[in-house]
């Protein structure tokens, strides 16, 4: 059964004390809202907000018993070792957190993160307990030269590589659509086109699992997304929700963006 499913993506901001803040408020917002709070109780909608590792622990602590989702930005692709500075599957299960993303395109671009080292991270990652938030997308040249779909075919099958076999399970994993030109800039791709690429992904998805498979898999949208502009993109067909970045840094507009799923 497909739910909405609703992230924010906070990239390098706030610390533990402005993450415990603005989640706190974010408890208090929801209190206030019966609808959204029953739907988040309910299931039929999930929220999620991805926080800096070291925010995590705050998040968790201030999130109490509310029903949404904290999770990572990041993970290794190894469970332990001498990887200075990183984060590994079993502090993040230490830290109470089942969910991260994995292969946004800042990773992929500025970090250069391979599709190779991308499908280590998801297969870490899901056969390890947690669930991932697959992100694919397009830069503006491959748009402009007719390649959208070729990236999408090859980030999915080349990230996605071994899933399905022993204990990786593709129902683990959420993929997320971020056209690169859309992310930060303020220009979300149209409606049509971001619905034209989610039902493209989930076909593929189909051939590379089974069709009932795709029919369950959630897909998300992300690109300047806003409460002015999500109603209209979580009322596609292929569209189960969507991951904000900016948008997601204040309480309000995050809150907007979920009211408009229900
Ligand atoms: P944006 O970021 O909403 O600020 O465009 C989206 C993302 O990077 O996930």
Known sequence: MRRKFIAGNWKMHMGPKSASLYIKQFVKELNNRKTLEDALNAGTIAAALFVPSISLTSAQAAKGNCKFIVGAENVHSEKKGAFTGEISVPMLLEADTFYVIIGHSERRRIFMESDDLINKKILNATGNGLTVIFCIGETLSERESGMTYDVLKNQLRNGLASVG???????????????????????SASTADAEKACKYIRAEFAKMFTPSAADNELILYGGSVKPENSREILNCDNIDGVLAGGASLEVDSFVKILEAAL
């Open 165 to 187: 076999k022993g204990s990786i399970d593709a129902g683990k994993i959420i993929i997320a659509y971020e056209p690169v030109w859309a992310i930060g800039t303020g220009v």
